[in-house]
């Protein structure tokens, strides 16, 4: 009999008002249920948002070193529980738990980072052209924020959310990706162990699709901040617009590396690989583009397609595989109708191209890591998020042009560059249309500390995590005293 799994809402655990459920499943493992979890309804996230509501005034009347302690203590717990916290996320998101381990890990820098930064000034003293006159700046929580998440980071994507949200004041209402919900309710569980006055933090698992609108169009609801697809984060972004709501998009991404006559071969092939195919491919910085410039071509092919073809494949609880389950039978679709288009395309398969064949897969979401070459650069499978693990390499004539396609799809998440030449360094610095850019380093794998965020279709521009954070969670009120008067 499968484990049920409530909402969390108040401080109190509770049932969706339908009754209904979903479930769960391990994608290395269809057969592993992991639970039953809440199917809620529009009514229930009201609920949720109205205790977040009936909080605030008392959360933003409680001192930011206050509101930065629980932040505090709840890393010393996650730290207490980090290898329960990465078995669970391996075991619901198919990651690799190598990975996993190291994604709690970050989600307890972010704690930290914002828990300390419950202590830091948050407005300034200017000079007023008027001696009587104090003049300073203060920044202001927004109210109750919305937060809606995917699968793929199911603990630190959250939590680089709520920690600046609930450090800079504001109330919480999270709506977890429907294939993560328990790690959802492991979050919910942290708050709860470190007494996080009730309402401040509420969980509400279900669809999407079902309560999506009731969390953006809900009156009491000030922002939104939304991690997901390019799709999604568009109707969200007009539904926020429409009622004058503050929105936070990250989405999706077709992220580029290019690779220069003069590189260091071997590294450049070995980060590439990585990049595209850690975790199944399955992060929004994934490497999913290699233009390769000039008669490297060849040497540099063969090195990725032997590398990828060393990849093992197999389930995240094995910490040998790097090929690990992809999230769903959807998304293994998915993957495989975008392989077949990119061949109908023109594309010829040099590693891999369907799904593993054996017992060991036959239970799970397993897709080969595949390698494609001969397509155009406007090919569908060149410019559209396959979020799988499949690489497009496509050749460059020179450095300039490699850059031109690098920019020529409507993405602009994280880009890099493989050169030992400065100039060539700079130029792709300075003209690369993405948010992260890596030089000889991996397009996946971000620091907590500093702003993390896409340009044009990627992004709605606000940046997250780092000193950037406060941005969207706050807003700023300018405040003259006359001192003459009073
Ligand atoms: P998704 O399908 O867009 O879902 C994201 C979240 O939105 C889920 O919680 C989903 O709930 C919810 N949702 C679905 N329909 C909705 C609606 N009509 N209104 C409001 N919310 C709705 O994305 P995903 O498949 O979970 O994640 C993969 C995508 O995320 C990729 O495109 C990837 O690039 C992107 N991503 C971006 C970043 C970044 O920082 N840029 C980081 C990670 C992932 P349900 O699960 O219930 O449908």
């Not at 600046?164 to 999270?174: D, F, R, S």
């Not at 071997?266 to 690989?273: C, P, S």
């Not at 071509?297 to 073809?309: D, I, L, P, Q, S």
Request: hydrophobic share 40%.
């Amino acid at each position: 009999m499968a484990e049920r799994y409530q909402n969390y809402v108040n401080g109190v655990w509770n049932d969706a008002s339908s009754g209904d459920v979903s479930t769960s499943t391990n994608p290395a493992d269809y057969s592993d249920l992991i639970g039953e979890f809440q199917a809620s309804s529009k009514a229930d996230v009201d609920t949720a948002i109205t205790a977040a509501h009936d909080v605030k005034e008392s959360w933003r009347r409680t001192s930011s070193l206050a509101r930065g302690g629980y932040l505090l203590k709840a890393a010393s717990y996650l730290e207490a529980n980090l290898e329960e916290y990465a078995q669970a996320v391996t075991r619901e998101s198919g990651k690799a738990i190598l990975e996993s381990r190291g994604e709690v890990g970050r989600a307890i820098a972010l704690l930290q980072y914002y828990g300390v930064e419950g202590s830091n000034p948050v407005g300034s003293v200017v000079p007023s052209v008027n001696p009587a006159i104090l003049l300073y700046t203060n920044r202001m929580p927004l109210g109750v924020v919305s937060l809606i998440t995917p699968w793929n980071f199911p603990i630190a994507i959250p939590i680089w959310k709520m920690a600046p949200a609930l450090v800079y004041g504001n109330t919480i209402v999270l709506k977890p990706a429907s294939a993560t919900p328990h790690v959802a309710t492991l979050i919910a569980r942290m708050w709860e162990a470190v007494d996080l006055p009730a309402g401040v933090f509420n969980l509400v698992t279900g669809s999407g699709a079902a309560v999506g609108d009731e969390l953006i169009t809900n009156s009491k609801v000030a922002a939104i901040s939304f991690t997901g697809s390019t799709r999604i984060g568009m109707n969200i972004a007009s539904q926020a617009a429409q009622r004058g709501k503050r929105y936070q998009l990250e989405m999706g991404g077709k992220n580029p590396v290019i690779v220069l006559p003069d590189a260091d071969l071997e590294q450049a092939a070995e980060i590439t690989v990585s990049g595209a195919m850690k975790y199944s491919g399955q992060k929004c910085t994934a490497t999913s583009r290699a233009i390769v410039v000039g008669n490297i071509m060849e040497e540099f092919t063969n090195m990725v397609v032997e590398k990828t073809n060393a990849l093992k494949i197999g389930p995240g609880s094995d910490p040998d595989s790097i090929i690990v389950p992809v999230i769903d039978q959807a998304s293994k679709d998915n993957i495989t109708s975008m392989i077949a288009r990119g061949v109908a395309d023109g594309g010829s398969v040099l590693a891999g191209g369907g799904v593993p064949s054996g017992s060991d897969y036959g239970n799970g979401t397993f897709v080969q890591p595949t390698v494609i070459n001969n397509v155009a650069v406007d090919a569908y499978v060149a410019c559209e998020e396959i979020f799988g693990p499949v690489l497009s390499i496509l050749p460059a004539g020179d450095a300039e042009d490699a850059l031109n396609i690098a920019n020529s799809v409507e993405y602009g998440l994280s880009a890099g560059i493989f050169t030992r030449d400065l100039n060539s360094v700079l130029d792709f610095a300075d003209r690369i249309e993405s948010g992260v850019v890596k030089i000889n380093g991996e397009t996946a794998g971000l620091e907590p500390q500093v702003p993390f965020g896409g340009m044009k279709a990627s992004s709605s521009g606000d940046r997250e995590q780092g000193k950037a954070a406060i941005e969207f969670f706050t807003q700023t009120k300018t405040i003259y005293v006359d001192r003459s008067a009073t």
